[in-house]
Nanobody, 119 residues
Framework: QVQLVESGGGLVQPGGSLRLSCAAS????????MAWYRQAPGKERELVAR???????NSEDSVKGRFTISRDNAENTVYLQMNSLKPEDTARYYC?????????????WGQGTQVTVSS
């Protein structure tokens, strides 16, 4: 089992920045794709950004140029740097780890951290 613990959320003004951290309980970066998802009240959970085990990244269109996902293998931690935050970025952000056993995807989730963008 992989345990994921997020931190770094909080209240920030529009245009501000936050860095979210996701600490994993074991070495996952050679086998797992890591991702950040978010869910706002009344909305479905959506993918924000993803980084593969080989370091390739992609992000949702609405955050391109503002959010950056990265990893630190030595610390077994994934980050989401969020700049130029907008009120519509307000959501609970979840860390996700995914691997495939044969063709079966297996996902692990953190408890989430709240990000609120408001003046």
């Amino acid at each position: 089992q992989v345990q994921l613990v997020e931190s770094g959320g909080g209240l920030v003004q529009p245009g501000g920045s936050l860095r979210l951290s996701c600490a994993a309980s074991e070495s996952i970066f050679n086998f797992y794709a890591m991702a950040w998802y978010r869910q706002a009240p009344g909305k479905e959970r959506e993918l924000v950004a993803r980084i593969t085990s080989t370091g390739w990244t992609n992000s949702e269109d609405s955050v391109k140029g503002r959010f950056t996902i990265s990893r630190d293998n030595a610390e077994n931690t994934v980050y989401l740097q969020m700049n130029s935050l907008k009120p519509e970025d307000t959501a609970r952000y979840y860390c996700n780890a995914e691997k495939h056993v044969a063709t079966i995807p297996i996902d692990y989730w953190g408890q989430g951290t709240q990000v609120t963008v408001s003046s």
